[in-house]
């Protein structure tokens, strides 16, 4: 499975963003695809993930009511729209897919493919 995140960069806080992720290569389908984030000096964290084919979300509590992830099936793309972005959400945005079935999972560890990341730099 390979993953290109692409639509980070430099955005003012109480602004918005759009990421996009596109999916390819892959023989199986996931069960769910992810944002997780990494800001410097911190560890990778669980931003939110959707179960790609019954479309069921789960967020983190960091992020819950200013984020929407969504995904277009037809497309292979996932998308993570963030609202009211605050200087903490400043971070190397990574795309992940999940290939075991049963729940969208917030360890990133049960993450198996990778996209590259992007970074999204919250800063007036």
């Known amino acids: 499975v390979q993953l290109q995140a692409y639509g980070g960069g430099l955005v003012q806080p109480g602004g918005s963003l759009r990421l996009s992720c596109i999916v390819s290569?892959?023989?199986?389908?996931?069960?769910?695809l992810g944002w997780l984030r990494q800001a410097p000096g911190k560890e990778r964290e669980f931003v939110g993930g959707i179960a790609w084919t019954g479309g069921f979300t789960k967020y983190a509590d960091t992020v819950k009511g200013r984020t929407t992830i969504s995904r277009d099936t037809t497309k292979s793309t996932l998308y993570l729209q963030m609202d009211d972005l605050k200087p903490e959400d400043t971070a190397v945005y990574y795309c992940?897919?999940?290939?075991?079935?049963?729940?969208?999972?917030?360890?990133?560890?049960?993450?198996?493919?990778w996209g590259q990341g992007t970074q999204v730099t919250v800063s007036s």
């Open positions: 992940a897919a999940q290939m075991r079935w049963g729940r969208v999972e917030v360890k990133e560890y049960l993450y198996e493919h």
């Open positions: 290569g892959y023989t199986g389908t996931p069960y769910a």
